[in-house]
């Protein structure tokens, strides 16, 4: 199986391209506009966003001429407009869902209202649905997928990004004959206590919002992150937020082994001091195999370590779609059933009754993984649904945010979904 010569196949079979609707034109979205219009057999043919502008001018960046940009705002009216080979730009973020030509939409917003809702209208309407939003997958994932599955549509997180790098690590482990013990993130610094003021300077130079800068330096990303391989693989994390050894490439293995991680049963984690990539450390008893790793300069056993250096995202997105649509498989999805983990809110400073809690990013709190049933039990609010909650009362600094220290909004559709799931899946209930 090879992707892209499947696509060149697929376009000179059919005589087009796999059409793909971008939803967001920020950072990532208008990363995967201009990829996919690199790669040969997509094209993307939607691009929706709330100012049309950002989402013309990312189609001018993809090559796409301006009279070839046609502004639709009705199914119709964009399949007509798909139809003579024009590219589509919207303001209505549902819309490409509704358009029969549509192979698949890629959701690049990373907000939980708007991947919420378009996940569901995709999954309505029968269309694949690839996500760059762990926020969403981690906290309505397992509703989602299960309504997917009965759609009979790929909901999937993207490959190019940790998480689906990581499970691309683990399935070819496992594929190899060896067991998955750990599947790290690794991480150059943690800033807990991280603000978009702190991270103002950071995010202009990196051409990114000020909070997607914050979640990331404060570890609130790399948890959700880590949830979403916790939540397709089963995978636990050793303690609330990890471990996050810190260590060098070359002593990975033996720091890990150190702080017994590879003893027990399988865990995902983090390092410090390894400034990007993802890491699996998979186990082999097989003398055979030892043998032959020895010889292979695998290293003495039985635990074998599986590195890869570089995070592509929107360079490999796209192969999340063209695999959905060509072989009906998903990058990284949740696991049938209830989740392994959630990922719990903790206060970044003291807070006072009556302050609304915001999104993750924010000056107001950080995330922590932990085992789901741990988090139902000590009724943790999920840093998921945080930007919808108010405080009831006072919460010290670095304490769990507990769901009935807080008054959620109920209105938004991620707040009734994870009532949903919980009363389906989870232990603990959504406060009210």
Known sequence: MNTFIDLERRERRLGRPLQVAVIGAGFL??????????IKGMRPAIVANRTLEKARRVLGEAGVEPARIVRADDPDAASRALERGS???TAELLLPAAVGEIDAVMEATGTMHVGTEVALECIRRRKHIIEANPEVQVTVGAYLKAKADEAGVVYSDIDGDQPGIIMNLYNYASGLG??????????GVMKRYATPETQAAFAEAAGISPWIATAAADGTKLNLEMAAVANATGMKPARPGMVGPETALDGLLAEI??????????????????????????????????????YLKMGDGPNYLFYRPYVLCQFEAPLTAAEAVLYGTATLSPAAGAPATDVATFAKRDLRAG????????????GLIMEARSAGEEDALPVGLAEYAELRRDVAKDSMIRQEDVVLDERPIAVRLR????????????AS
Request: positive net charge.
């Open 87 to 89: 590219s589509v730009v």
């Open 178 to 187: 060896l067991a998955p013990v750990v599947a790290g993130n690794c991480k």
């Open 257 to 294: 082994g150190r702080r017994g991680l590879l003893d027990g049963p399988p865990v995902v984690e983090y390092t410090l001091g390894i400034p990007s990539g993802v890491f699996l450390i998979a186990r082999s008893d097989d003398i055979h195999l030892q043998r032959e790793f020895r």
């Open 29 to 38: 979205g208008g990363g995967l506009v201009r990829r996919l219009s690199k």
């Open 355 to 366: 302050e609304p809690l915001g999104g993750i990013g924010g000056p107001n709190h950080y």
């Open 419 to 430: 009532k949903e799931q919980d009363a389906q899946f989870a232990p603990g209930p959504v």
